[in-house]
């Protein structure tokens, strides 16, 4: 009904070749792109830094886990570990006097570094290995970055990220900062979104299916499962920094342990496998919720007239996020990115629902 | 001396490697079965040790009525979760599977936290403080007894896997397909094999909760019994056993030594070493089936 | 020529098995067999022919059950067994009943001996002694297993396993025993051997045998009757005798079909759709 494909005729190339070739998904794209420009307006100071901004970074996160998980098919249960990488080197980089720019571009170029070890792991086992591996990678270099003082600052340190100066302009503002995550999470999207079109994606689809079936047609599996470990990890690398300069404000190694490498794994699950839409949904059903969910039971609990103990209240988001991730696989194990999709398909065709097989 | 306090590092090591085992041979259990790893093995074990609680200082039963009853309970607790989580996702993608695990996990830990709080509770089954003395060696008995019931228990299976559901059992590991042809249930067989690692992992719930005590650290035990599952193979009880003792030696050595010269920690880089090797080495482990590295 | 049958067994009740104008699509979408109809006389012994793919395996699973296994569904038609519909019943219901089937490429377990193969197939609440001459009857029919009762299945020569998975399929005591490519991948002399085994518990047993082949010429020599497949459709039914000298059946497969399949011929193509 809203998605009419009818009438869309493609006379060359580049139409047919569109990003978003129905009408109504170009409009979405438009007024979504214009809720997120005008957001410092619409949303109020608090929702704006503490649900808008962190939930773009970390689904632009999400999508480079995405690359790696969704796309390429190769586990990586230690996603944290990379982002915490291109955090501290990001910034130690400011604070040593390296411009901004340059200073986390430097994160996710070490991320990559310490991305291509993790690949290292993706060429000599697969599957459930794989992730047992990475996992283990996780906890190794979590205590490398705890262990370590010249990258911490010493166990339990917390270490001040310095004031986000772009091209030389201070940028302190509330809006200012969304607007660097915002420019990142679109630029993510943008990769992401032409991905799929090219040939390095079909590539990584191809190694994803059957990664000898696709050497033998001629795809290199070695080279393109190094190549999505590399982008995925700067991307991730990127991310980090940004969450530290534009959310944090600070940074130690518990902002990058292995829960939140779960937690990332969970939005790309949760969000649907290769799907670019979904790692938003999966971003926001993870991070934002829970924390909602128990508001609710706080404030049920208080109407009700019923004395729920701060401990309780403190562990239910927790419980909530876990029954999530069991609920959504159990509903869809394609995830909510699926979901959408069964939604549109059902609207592109009604009601003549039987025009679709 | 140095030599002493070496052979006492060892021999501690690998009677707490056995109650690594124990955790492993849960994991086992259920990936021989299903070939589904059970990253949420450690919240069962967290779990059977919190309702061995409940049933002693909840409901006042003595520990020797606890202990069945909780045992009872996780055997259809972990039916349920096979039932309810697991069946829906057979033939899934792993990574599903694995996510399914990690929120079960979640899920226990932070539903044991809520209902019976983060603070640490003892669990007291009558063992001893007092050090056991094997020549010079000081043992700790609550580790000797831990290892005494993780062989017993080993025992018990391996005299299971003889029995006529023991075949059947490892039948369903073998080959699903010719089960069902065969007229073999193996949506029994499996839920069986998770009801098994629900005990199992309450009796390593015991025995753990009686040595630190009973908080949702507990379920921290999963990276060492997933380090055991690999190193032994995942398909292999007996490789769990022989795979803790030495995960359990090298630890306990390693840290002894390590712990100097690092600063503490040092348990946990060396278990992430071992798994780390293990995969880039031997993925199937020690006496895992060769096959399973090949997708 | 000779598509009409000659001597179809008729008479009502007398059958084990009837599938009538089943259909099967798999995962909702591709359609793997339509409009089967085929019946299997009590204690006779019929071969269903045909080329990979023409929907041979997935008739032999809509009977077992094991569809389902496999994301398909029998969504046309009904599948009777002792003129009872069993159409919605679990796997084990069915072997219970005693309908087994023998998997196509054997598919022994691999890390049990041959004497816990015979094991995990008989029934688990089922008496001990039971079991025990259960056991003994297979391997009268299978000396060669007892001979290496005691080695990993996985180790047996592929003529060996066979044996196993049909002795494993006869210690569920079953009424109708279904053979899935028996032949695949052994010798010629070792496929006569099964074929007579199985010939022999046939009539020594009283076991209705269901045999699916692609190597008709072994097949159609012990059995009474011969259906062909093609392309999810029988297109064929006769007596083997019939069949053995029919001249399509001669040059598809006793020799001498050069790229040519029975779409190419219309009288099959034309039967089969006012069959259906």
């Known amino acids: 009904m809203l998605f009419r494909q009818a009438g869309i005729f493609h006379t060359d190339y580049a139409a047919d070749r569109a990003m978003f070739p129905i009408p109504l998904d170009r409009w979405m794209v438009g007024v979504l792109l214009a809720l997120g420009l005008a957001a410092p307006w619409v949303f109020s100071s608090l929702a704006l830094t503490s649900y808008v901004m962190p939930w773009l970074i970390w689904a632009a996160a999400a999508l480079g886990l995405n690359l790696i998980l969704g796309w390429a098919g190769q586990f990586h249960f230690g996603y944290a570990a990379i982002m915490g990488i291109g955090a501290y080197t990001a910034v130690h980089g400011v604070r040593a006097g390296i411009p901004w720019e340059i200073a986390v571009v430097l994160g996710g170029l070490m991320a990559t570094v310490v991305g291509i070890v993790f690949a290292f792991a993706a060429l000599r086992v697969k599957g459930l290995y794989l992730a047992l591996s990475t996992l283990a990678l996780q906890f190794v270099m979590d205590w490398v970055i705890s262990h370590v003082p010249a990258i911490s600052g010493g166990v339990s340190a917390t270490l001040q990220a310095p004031t986000l100066r772009l091209l030389g302009q201070q940028v302190t503002s509330e809006a200012g900062l969304y607007y660097v995550a915002l420019g990142w999470c679109l630029f993510v999207t943008v990769f992401m979104l032409n991905l799929r079109r090219t040939a390095l994606g079909r590539a990584l689809v191809a190694v994803r299916e059957k990664d000898f079936a696709a050497a033998v047609i001629g795809v290199q599996s070695f080279y393109y499962k190094l190549v999505a470990f590399a982008t995925s990890s700067f991307i991730g690398g990127v991310s980090g920094a940004i969450l530290v300069f534009t959310f944090y404000h600070a940074v130690t190694p518990e902002q990058f342990s292995v829960n939140v490498s779960i937690e990332l794994l969970a939005m790309v699950i949760v969000g649907g496998l290769a799907s670019i839409i979904g790692s938003y949904f999966g971003a926001a059903f993870i991070l934002l919720l829970p924390g909602q969910i128990n508001q609710l039971v706080a404030w049920t609990a208080k109407l009700m007239g019923a004395d729920i103990g701060v401990e309780t209240l403190a562990h239910i988001p927790q419980m909530v996020y876990g029954a999530l991730i069991i609920g959504v696989l159990l509903v869809e194990p394609m995830g909510l990115g699926k979901l959408y999709a069964n939604v549109r398909n059902y609207l592109l065709v009604w009601p003549f629902g039987y025009a679709r097989k | ?295 | ?276």
């Open chain 3, 1 to 276: 020529m000779t598509a009409t049958p000659t001597q179809v067994p008729d008479e009502a009740g007398d059958e084990v098995l009837t599938l009538n104008n089943v259909e099967v699509i798999y995962d909702r979408i591709a359609l793997a067999i339509k409009g089967v109809s085929v019946q299997v006389p009590r204690g006779g012994m019929i071969a269903l022919l045909g080329a990979n793919g023409a929907g041979k395996s997935t008739m032999l699973k809509a009977v077992s059950g094991l569809l389902a296994a496999e994301r398909g569904l029998v969504t046309r038609g009904e599948v009777c067994f002792m003129g009872e519909d069993i159409g919605g019943l679990a796997p084990q219901r069915r072997v219970k009943m005693g309908i087994v089937q023998v998997l196509e490429g054997r598919r022994v377990f691999e890390h049990l001996t041959p004497d816990e193969n015979l094991v995990a197939a008989s029934a688990i609440h089922g008496s001990r002694h039971d079991m025990a001459r259960n056991r003994d009857m297979v391997y009268t029919y299978f000396p060669r297993l007892r001979e290496r009762r005691a080695a990993a299945a996985g180790y047996l020569s592929g003529g060996e396993q066979q044996m196993l998975a049909i002795g494993r399929a006869l210690m569920t005591q079953p009424k109708l025993l279904m053979l899935d490519e028996p032949s695949l991948g052994l010798a010629p002399f070792l496929v006569a051997e099964i074929f007579d085994i199985v010939r022999r518990i046939n009539r020594e047993e009283g076991l209705s045998v269901l045999l699916v082949e692609q190597n008709a010429v072994a097949a159609l020599e012990v059995v009474s009757h011969g259906y062909l497949m093609d392309n999810g459709r029988i297109v064929m039914h006769d007596s083997a005798e019939a069949m053995k000298k029919n001249p399509d059946i001669q040059q598809f497969y006793l020799g001498g079909a050069e790229g040519r399949n029975f779409h190419d011929i219309k009288h099959y193509s034309r039967r089969k759709r006012w069959l259906s």
């Open chain 2, 1 to 295: 001396m140095d030599l002493t306090y070496l052979l006492e590092l060892s021999v501690n090591g690998a009677l707490a490697g056995l109650m690594y085992s124990l955790v492993a041979m849960g994991i086992v259990l259920i990936y021989k079965s299903s070939s589904v790893p059970n990253l949420a093995q450690g919240s069962l074990v967290m779990l059977g040790a919190y309702i061995v609680l409940a049933f002693s200082n909840g409901l006042g039963a003595p520990m020797w009525m606890a202990i069945p009853l909780a045992m009872a309970f996780m055997f259809f607790a972990g039916m349920g979760i096979e039932r309810l989580a697991l069946r829906r996702l057979a033939g899934r993608p792993i990574v599903m599977i694995l996510m399914m695990t990690l929120g079960l996990d979640i899920f226990l830990r932070a539903g044991a936290m809520t209902i019976w709080g983060g603070s640490g509770r003892p669990m007291r089954i009558g063992i001893s403080d007092d050090p056991l003395f094997l020549g010079p060696l000081l043992l700790n008995r609550a580790y000797v007894v831990g290892a005494a019931v993780t062989l017993v228990l080993f025992a018990v299976f391996v005299l299971f896997f003889r029995t006529r559901r023991g075949v059947v059992l490892r039948a369903i590991s073998d080959d699903y397909m010719a089960s069902w042809s065969v007229g073999i249930s193996v949506e029994r067989g499996v839920a069986l094999s998770w009801a098994l690692a629900s005990v199992v992992a309450t009796t390593a719930g015991v025995l753990w909760g009686s040595i630190q005590s009973v908080d949702q650290s507990l379920s921290t035990l999963l990276l060492k019994g997933i380090t055991v599952g690999v190193l032994g193979g995942l398909d292999s009880l007996g490789g769990a056993i022989l795979a803790g003792i030495l995960l359990g030696v090298l630890e306990s050595v390693a840290s002894g030594y390590l712990d100097k010269l690092l600063g503490g920690g040092s348990r946990d880089l060396v278990v992430a070493a071992v798994l780390i090797l293990t995969i880039m080495i031997r993925p199937h482990g020690l006496f895992g089936r060769h096959d399973i590295e090949r997708i």
